[in-house]
């Protein structure tokens, strides 16, 4: 009988997002609580602009790449139509061939409906199978997708909504794996929704002020057994504003600030014996975990706190040709404790825009140290506004 460890694909989550397992250590040697959630790879940041500016989006100008920061803003895009494909290799200093792939197209049905699709692909890689004497069974590459349906509406002219429908596919094993509770395991199923909004205001010459919002994987819980424990879908909110000034008809500069907090119950402090002594229960249902996600730190309120993620960013276009972009990832160290500085830069000719990302983590010997982001973009009729 061949046999799979889930161990191994646990490992690699460690590193996709660190509120993907209950407990971890940080860089610094200390315990930290995180929620327990699964297919993590739906909070990563795909694309290359935002990537760069300390993956804040939520508020930024449109582009195809808004069907993963706030689908919202589809309703905004000035061109008939929009695509994006974006590549990232992820986690190069622990495995050579594990990545992420983004594709998205948006397309403007009229002046106040769009409709927008992507494909969110990751890659994990090859693993080695064994069987229970330790004699390889060759290997297999796992892998996740998801597959999403935006559509966006304006409502006036400065304002407006918008739904995603997602359907989640998580392969873990592309055969039948042993857990460690002897249930026969297999690939996993989910269905989720975001909802999202955006708001633009337009002041003095031509500079912009811009708020949004996306509450994104709202859905069903995920299980790769058929009578073992279902977990969350990363459940998300991220808040996030925007100004663009434009010094001149050349020179055109935005900073960007989101805030992130993890909509899922975060684990109790519990005895020996399994009774809570601290938090609450975070055995329950997915609208409940939403609700309580905002007040069941064992650590009252000043531990809820520490789970909300900062991302400053800033973008400089010359020309509406070049672009040059920073920004910065903090997380509490006591929870996820990614903390990190972006760069990248942007090239747009005609249609088309390539845009490059790179981090550069803070933490000594981060697995996420060195990551790059690809993104190739184009606009097809209309008025493109991409860079601004």
Not at 41 to 67: C, K, Q, Y
Not at 116 to 136: E, H, I, K, M, T
Not at 154 to 178: D, M
Not at 330 to 350: A, H
């Amino acid at each position: 009988m061949k046999f799979f460890t889930f161990r191994n694909i646990t490992f690699l989550l460690l590193y996709l997002l660190p509120f993907a397992v209950m407990a971890q250590t940080s860089t610094d040697g200390s315990t930290y609580r995180g929620s327990r959630v699964e297919v993590p790879f739906l909070n990563i940041a795909p694309d290359s602009r935002s990537g760069a500016m300390g993956e804040a989006g939520v508020a930024l100008s449109p582009d195809a790449n808004a069907s993963f920061w706030n689908p919202s803003k589809l309703a905004f895009i000035e061109s008939n139509d929009a695509f994006a494909l974006s590549y990232s290799p992820w986690l190069r200093h622990l495995v050579p061939d594990i990545s992420l792939s983004y594709l998205s197209y948006a397309h403007k049905i009229d002046d106040r409906n769009t409709l927008g699709a992507s494909l969110r692909y990751f890659n994990y890689g090859s693993l080695q199978l064994n069987d229970d004497q330790s004699n390889s069974q060759g290997t297999y590459t796992p892998s996740e997708f998801s597959l999403d349906v935006s559509y966006a509406r304006k409502f006036g002219e400065n304002f407006s909504l918008g739904l995603t429908a997602r359907y989640i596919h998580s392969s873990i094993s592309s055969v039948s794996f042993a857990t460690s509770s002897g249930q026969t395991g297999k690939a996993a199923n989910a269905f989720a929704a975001d909802i999202s909004m955006f708001y633009k205001a337009p002041y003095g010459d031509d500079n912009l002020f811009a708020f949004g919002a996306n509450i994104s994987n709202i859905g069903t819980k995920i299980s790769y057994t058929d009578s073992g424990p279902k977990y969350f879908l990363p459940a998300n909110l991220k808040l996030g504003v925007a100004n663009t000034w434009n010094l001149d008809e050349s020179n055109k500069i935005t900073l960007a600030f989101d805030v992130n907090k993890l909509l899922t119950p975060t684990p109790p402090i519990k005895d020996a014996n399994g009774t809570i002594i601290s938090g609450k229960n975070d055995d329950v249902s997915v609208p409940s975990g939403i609700f309580q996600s905002f007040g069941d730190a064992p650590g009252g309120f000043s531990e809820e706190l520490k789970e909300i993620s900062l991302s400053p960013g800033a973008e400089y276009w010359y020309n509406q040709q070049f672009a040059l972009r920073a920004g910065y990832l903090y997380e509490n160290p006591s929870k996820s404790d990614r903390r990190y500085v972006t760069l990248g830069f942007g090239v747009k000719y005609d249609i088309f825009q390539f845009d490059f990302s790179y981090l550069a983590a803070a933490q000594q010997n981060s697995p996420l140290a060195n990551t790059l982001r690809f993104t190739l973009s184009a606009s097809f009729g209309g008025t493109s506004n991409v860079s601004k």
